[in-house]
T-cell receptor, first 111, second 114 residues
Framework: RKEVEQDPGPFNVPEGATVAFNCTYSNSASQSFFWYRQDCRKEPKLLMSVYSSGNEDGRFTAQLNRASQYISLLIRDSKLSDSATYLCVVISGGGADGLTFGKGTHLIIQP | DAGVTQSPTHLIKTRGQQVTLRCSPKSGHDTVSWYQQALGQGPQFIFQYYEEEERQRGNFPDRFSGHQFPNYSSELNVNALLLGDSALYLC?????????????FGEGSRLTVL
C-alpha cells in the first residue's frame, strides 16, 4: 500500500455544485496533514492545514479521520476558478523526508 | 516581498549531460528543499539544505547533488542525465522551526532530457 493515495480523477463537476475527495495514508503515526492546490503548469500552493477537529475556510472544509486514516476536502458552491489539482500532504516524522505528497486529484469545474 | 525564484524556467538537455538549477528562497527564509515532480505525479523530496549543509535526503541517486550559499540561495546539480530525469524541479523554502507543512514553492524549472 502506498504511503499517501489519492483518486487522480478527473472529477468533472458543474459550477455551483459541492464536491469532496479523500486522501488515505498508511502510517498511523502520521502527525500533520495539509491540502495544497496546484494550477496547470504552476507550483503547488498551500490551501489549508487539516486539524483534528476539522477546519473551514470559506467554501472549503477539511477533515481528518484518524480511525480510518484519511483526510478529506470539501468544496461548496464550486467556482470555475477552483479547477486545479489538489495535493494532499502527510507528515510522518520530524524531518523534511517525512513529508509526503499524494499524486493529486484533478478537479474540473464546468460552466 | 520577493517570493521563491528559480532559474532557468525551461531547459532542454541530452542524455549524459549535466544541469545546474538555481533557487533563491523567500525573503527571511533560511531552509531550502528541492523536489522532483514528474508528469501526473506529486512532488518527490530530493534533499533539504540548512546552514549550507545537506540536512536530509530522499531516495535519489548520488547523481543528484546540491549546495547552499551563505545568502541561503541554493543549487541543484544533476549529472549524467537520463530520460527519466525529465520533470519539473521545484524549490521550496521555509524558515527553520516553522510548521513542517508550510512550504513556499518557486514556479519551478522544467527540464526535458532528449
Amino acid at each position: 500500500r502506498k504511503e499517501v493515495e489519492q483518486d487522480p480523477g478527473p472529477f468533472n463537476v458543474p459550477e455551483g455544485a459541492t464536491v469532496a475527495f479523500n486522501c488515505t495514508y498508511s502510517n498511523s503515526a502520521s502527525q500533520s496533514f495539509f491540502w495544497y492546490r496546484q494550477d496547470c503548469r504552476k507550483e503547488p500552493k498551500l490551501l489549508m492545514s487539516v486539524y483534528s477537529s476539522g477546519n473551514e475556510d470559506g467554501r472549503f472544509t477539511a477533515q481528518l479521520n484518524r480511525a480510518s486514516q484519511y483526510i478529506s476536502l470539501l468544496i461548496r458552491d464550486s467556482k470555475l476558478s477552483d479547477s486545479a489539482t489538489y495535493l494532499c500532504v502527510v507528515i510522518s516524522g520530524g524531518g523534511a523526508d517525512g513529508l509526503t505528497f499524494g499524486k493529486g486529484t484533478h478537479l474540473i469545474i464546468q460552466p | 516581498d520577493a517570493g521563491v525564484t528559480q532559474s532557468p524556467t525551461h531547459l532542454i538537455k541530452t542524455r549524459g549531460q549535466q544541469v545546474t538549477l538555481r533557487c533563491s528562497p523567500k525573503s527571511g527564509h533560511d531552509t531550502v528543499s528541492w523536489y522532483q515532480q514528474a508528469l501526473g505525479q506529486g512532488p518527490q523530496f530530493i534533499f533539504q539544505y540548512y546552514e549550507e549543509e545537506e540536512r536530509q535526503r530522499g531516495n535519489f541517486p548520488d547523481r543528484f547533488s546540491g549546495h547552499q550559499f551563505p545568502n541561503y540561495s541554493s543549487e541543484l546539480n544533476v549529472n549524467a542525465l537520463l530520460l527519466g530525469d525529465s520533470a519539473l524541479y521545484l524549490c521550496a523554502s521555509t524558515l527553520e522551526g516553522a510548521l513542517g507543512g508550510e512550504l513556499f514553492f518557486g514556479e519551478g524549472s522544467r527540464l526535458t532530457v532528449l
